[in-house]
C-alpha cells in the first residue's frame, strides 16, 4: 500500500526557504504514469495546488507561485521536495504531499499524505 | 485567471439528494476539464472521491457520482448520511498541466 508522508521544519522566518520532503513507501516514483505533486491549505481556507513533477523530471507550477517553486525528485532515497523561496505569513499553512495519476485522467490526485503545518513567523 | 467556482455551503437531509457544482468564471466546464472531487473532514488529509468527471476512487460508495450539469461539473450525493458531512472540493485540469482548485462548498448534513 503506497504511503507518502511529509516532513520538514515546523516553523520558518519570513524571507527564508521553505523545504519539505515526502519519503515515498509501499512504491517507486521512478514509476511511469505517475506525477508526484504538493497542495496546501492556509488556517481556515481552502486547498491550493501548488505544483507537480513526473517521474521523468518534468515539473509543472501554479502561476502565482511559480518564481518561487521548485520541486525535485531524489530517487535515491525514494522522496520528492518542495522548496518555496522568500515566504511570509501568508505562506503559513498544511502542506499536503499527493501522488498524481497520469495515463490521461487530468492528473487526479489519488494518494495524499496526511500533512504538515509550517507557520512563518520570526 | 482561471477561477473555479463552487457553492460556499450546502445543505442537505438525511436520507436526501444533494448537488454539488463547479464552475468556470471563463467559460463552460467539460470533459475536457477532467473534473475532479475531494472530500475533507476538519483536521484530516483529503479524500479522492471522484476523477475523469465520473470515475469513482477505490473505495468510494456509488451513492457519491459525478456528472457534467449543462456548463458545470457536478457532484451529486444520494441518501445522505451524518459523515457526509464535510468540505468538498472539486479540481479542473487546465491543459498547460496545471490544476486548479475551487473554493470547496461546506455541506451540512441536517
Known amino acids: 500500500q503506497l504511503q507518502l508522508q511529509e516532513s520538514g521544519p515546523g516553523l520558518v522566518k519570513p524571507s527564508e526557504t521553505l523545504s519539505l520532503t515526502c519519503p515515498v513507501s509501499?512504491?517507486?516514483?521512478?514509476?511511469?504514469?505517475?506525477?508526484w505533486g504538493w497542495i496546501r491549505q492556509p488556517p481556515g481556507k481552502g486547498l491550493e495546488w501548488i505544483g507537480s513533477?513526473?517521474?521523468?523530471?518534468?515539473?509543472y507550477y501554479n502561476p502565482s507561485l511559480k518564481s518561487r517553486v521548485t520541486i525535485s525528485l531524489d530517487t535515491s532515497k525514494n522522496q520528492f521536495s518542495l522548496k518555496l523561496t522568500s515566504v511570509t505569513a501568508a505562506d503559513t499553512a498544511v502542506y499536503f504531499c499527493?501522488?498524481?495519476?497520469?495515463?490521461?485522467?487530468?492528473?487526479?490526485?489519488?494518494?495524499w499524505g496526511q500533512g504538515t503545518t509550517v507557520t512563518v513567523s520570526s | 485567471q482561471t477561477v473555479v467556482t463552487q457553492e460556499p455551503s450546502f445543505s442537505v437531509s438525511p436520507g436526501g439528494t444533494v448537488t454539488l457544482t463547479c464552475g468556470l468564471n471563463?467559460?463552460?466546464?467539460?470533459?475536457?476539464?477532467?473534473p475532479s472531487w475531494y472530500q475533507q473532514t476538519p483536521g484530516q488529509a483529503p479524500r479522492t472521491l471522484i476523477y475523469?468527471?465520473?470515475t469513482r476512487s477505490s473505495g468510494v460508495p456509488d451513492r457519491f457520482s459525478g456528472s457534467i450539469l449543462g456548463n458545470k461539473a457536478a457532484l451529486t450525493i444520494t441518501a445522505a448520511q451524518a459523515d457526509d458531512e464535510s468540505d468538498y472540493y472539486c479540481?479542473?485540469?487546465?491543459?498547460?498541466?496545471?490544476?486548479?482548485f475551487g473554493g470547496g462548498t461546506k455541506l451540512t448534513v441536517l
Open positions: 475523469n468527471t465520473n
Open positions: 499527493a501522488r498524481h495519476l497520469g495515463g490521461g485522467y487530468g492528473r487526479p490526485m489519488d494518494v
Open positions: 513533477i513526473y517521474y521523468s523530471g518534468s515539473t
Open positions: 479540481v479542473l485540469y487546465m491543459s498547460s498541466g496545471i490544476s486548479v
Open positions: 471563463s467559460g463552460s466546464v467539460s470533459t475536457t476539464y477532467y
Open positions: 509501499g512504491g517507486s516514483i521512478s514509476s511511469r504514469g505517475y506525477y
